[in-house]
């Protein structure tokens, strides 16, 4: 047995103690905790094995999901702190020590949601109609998630099943790597001295990645002079495509981009039908008639039906748009090159950058320094105390004895505030993590549950919030030190973050099976962040903070409006091509496809349907769908469109009331935070979407804040 004192991973009680996180604790402590775990979860089943008749519901109920929230609280309090500070102060050592103890974690996790005792208790609640509606809810989640992995099946049908299970694992990485393999087998070295004067015109950022890129075979490549490397990826491809001046080039970086993973050794047209099948003939085995089915059964969305309808829906309206931003394009062209008849697909990118740069030339530099990060987290704080009656207040943590895992990292206390007696309830907490260190922490931005409200661990929420901006800098010792700015980018991003931090600090569901953002469908979760983002697009709402770092000057009206026509900017376009993927996978997912050469034939009716410029014949888009063949977006690609029209639905009903009425804004507020926040995952989310806005969402919000009605 280890000592809990001087362990992070065993003390467990109250804050993480940061202070007291050694790697070296890890694989022990781990590994005990499992143990521990372990032999609880086996008394509880002795006690499931007993005929289930000798419990009353309320006693079977607490037994199954309230003792085994107790079991499970150490080992996940412990493995979400090693997973966070891996992907936040990462090393080779702390990788090495997750992922030994990776597997071990992960076969508990499978003994557990395989136990048959465990599965008919919780058949037995399910069918009792003796809980309340909350504890019904948690209950058929947890009996649908088991019920998916095919624990309710027997004899050949389970053996089956699992070998399938086993064979999609196997074929879904077979997709990616051949995805990863195509991308890692082309290169393409640019020397040349006749395309040399066209490289020369693309931006300095490019050329540098170009170079750089090349430096491997050729160590004295400069950004200048080339060579220059052009690979398959994206952070490649996206800016040569968007840039390169030369037809001849472009054309053929572009044909190869599209037909990825389509031919040789790397062909995934055979894994595709393979995975398609097998997700038909597994949703079989488990009663429904396709993977859509399977997939909708722990979904929002009631039904295909639903989907194809509001999918086709934004086509309709976004199609006229699309086709004027294709035909403005194509004059835009004309105009550049009087001669070139015809837009390629090839152009398509580099065109549309020329007209967006001529259209609206805005630059990060130019709009950076208005947003010094602590200007844009006291308007970000301000926000939420007027929609809903937050106070959240920044810790000094050295003074106070808490401990976190960087020194940048800061600590914030949020508080329910009581205006008839101006007093305060400390509600939750979050650590906000803001600036990147390359090396050690993973980029991007995400919010993570660090503890979840519960009543019987007796918690409340705590979250960290991850952002990567630049951290603020000195540039020689005798002058002042320069705030961290933000990009217009990060700011929406710690708007959508936070969001998603409100839904999990703000809950008042206190069974933490349904509390926060826990058992929220999976096609509702993006809205209170994606929510929060449409305030940056607020004029009042951004001009309140974004104000410059030196002179306090509030930002301009005219950069204002940039941001605006660069949000919209060819939004109809980029609305088809969602509608697009999103439809293309609902058929394929729900259809049975014999051969192989119909992938092709589908993908181009899809095509020819929703978009407005058809595909090349060489285009095999879908071998490199790994969203649906090789993540979690199969049967889901939906879930982009869906969340964004239900969070611009509900942002709608703000504007509908007038943003400037500043009174029915807080009541609004208050309800959103009474509804969409507060209840998590304790009802449906249509139900609680429609408690907040009185009926189902529609796509009208959605057209409008992007400039599509
Ligand atoms: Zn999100």
């Not at 050592?93 to 208790?121: G, M």
């Not at 062909?267 to 949703?283: F, S």
């Not at 490199?624 to 009903?653: L, V």
Request: with cysteine; net charge negative.
């Amino acid at each position: 047995m280890l000592s809990a004192s001087n362990n992070a991973l065993l003390l467990n009680n109250g804050l993480p103690q940061f202070q007291f996180f050694e790697i070296a604790h890890i694989q022990s402590s781990i590994s005990q905790l499992i143990q521990q775990s372990h032999q609880q979860f086996l008394s509880l089943e002795e006690k499931l094995i007993q005929p289930l008749d000798n419990y009353s519901i309320s006693e079977l109920y607490q037994l199954t999901i309230e003792e085994t929230e107790k079991i499970d609280y150490p080992l996940n309090y412990a493995w979400s702190m090693v997973s966070h500070l891996k992907s936040v102060s990462n090393s080779p050592e702390l990788r090495k020590a997750y992922e030994e103890s990776l597997p071990k974690i992960i076969e508990e996790n499978t003994y557990t949601s395989q136990s048959q005792p465990f599965f008919h208790a919780i058949k037995r609640l399910k069918e009792s109609n003796e809980l309340s509606p909350l504890q019904q809810r948690i209950i058929d989640s947890s009996y649908q998630g088991m019920f998916l992995s095919g624990i309710g099946l027997t004899g050949s049908e389970k053996d089956r099943f699992n070998q399938i299970t086993l064979s999609l694992g196997e074929l879904s990485t077979s997709f990616s790597n051949n995805v990863l393999d195509s991308i890692k087998n082309y290169e393409l070295y640019i020397s040349e001295e006749k395309y040399k004067s066209s490289m020369k015109e693309m931006p300095k950022f490019a050329l540098e990645l170009f170079s750089q890129a090349a430096k491997e075979k050729y160590p004295d490549s400069s950004p200048e002079n080339g060579p220059w490397k052009i690979s398959l990826d994206g952070p490649s491809i996206m800016p040569f495509l968007s840039h390169c001046p030369s037809e001849e080039l472009r054309k053929q970086v572009y044909l190869a981009f599209i037909s990825k993973a389509s031919n040789g050794k790397e062909n995934n047209i055979p894994i595709i039908k393979q995975i398609l099948n097998l997700k038909e003939e597994r949703a079989h085995l488990l009663g429904y008639k396709n993977h859509v089915e399977v997939s909708l059964s722990e979904k929002m969305a009631s039904s295909q039906d639903e989907i194809v309808k509001i999918l086709n829906d934004l086509h309709d309206k976004a199609k006229p748009y699309a086709q004027n931003d294709m035909n403005e394009l194509i004059d835009f062209m004309k105009n550049i090159h009087p001669t070139k008849e015809i837009l390629e697909l090839w152009d398509v990118s580099y065109y549309s950058e020329k007209l967006k740069e001529s259209k609206y030339e805005l630059k990060d530099e130019e709009l950076k320094p208005y947003f010094p990060i602590d200007s844009v987290l006291k308007g970000l704080f301000q926000l939420a105390q007027e929609l809903f009656n937050v106070q959240i207040e920044e810790v000094n943590w050295k003074e106070e004895n808490i401990h976190v895992w960087h020194p940048d990292v800061k600590f914030f206390r949020i508080y329910d505030y009581f205006e008839e007696n101006s007093s305060k309830t400390h509600i939750a907490s979050f650590y906000l993590d803001p600036y990147s260190r390359p090396g050690e922490k993973n980029g991007g931005a995400w919010m993570d549950v660090c503890i979840q409200k519960s009543k019987v661990m007796n918690k409340l929420p705590l979250a960290y919030l991850i952002c990567n901006g630049s951290p603020p800098i000195q540039a020689s010792e005798n002058t002042c030190m320069k705030p961290s700015l933000m990009n217009f980018n990060e700011v929406v991003t710690l708007f959508h973050e936070f969001g998603h931090g409100l839904q999990h600090m703000l809950t008042i569901i206190e069974d933490s099976l349904a509390s926060g953002i826990q058992n929220v469908e999976w096609d509702a979760v993006e809205l209170p962040s994606q929510f929060m983002e449409n305030w940056c697009y607020h004029e009042e709402t951004l001009k309140s903070f974004a104000k410059h770092y030196e002179t306090g000057e509030t930002i301009p009206s005219d950069l204002f409006q940039k941001i605006i026509n660069l949000k919209n900017y060819h939004a109809g376009m980029s609305t088809l091509r969602q509608v697009y993927f999103g439809m293309m996978d609902l058929y394929l997912h729900s259809n049975s496809i014999q051969n192989e050469e119909e992938f092709i034939s589908i993908q181009r009716k899809f095509a020819e349907k929703y978009l407005v410029k058809n595909i090349a014949s060489e285009d095999r888009f879908l071998c490199a769908f790994s969203h649906i063949f090789a993540g979690g977006y199969s049967a889901g690609y939906y879930s982009y469109k869906w969340a964004e029209i239900m969070s611009c639905d509900a942002f709608g009903a703000f504007e509908e009331i007038g943003l400037e009425n500043k009174e029915e804004i807080r009541l609004l507020g208050r309800k959103f935070r009474n509804t969409i926040l507060s209840l998590g995952g304790s009802k449906h989310p249509s139900e609680v979407y429609e408690m907040f806005r009185g009926r189902r969402p529609n796509v009208d919000a959605l057209l409008r804040q992007n400039g599509l009605l």
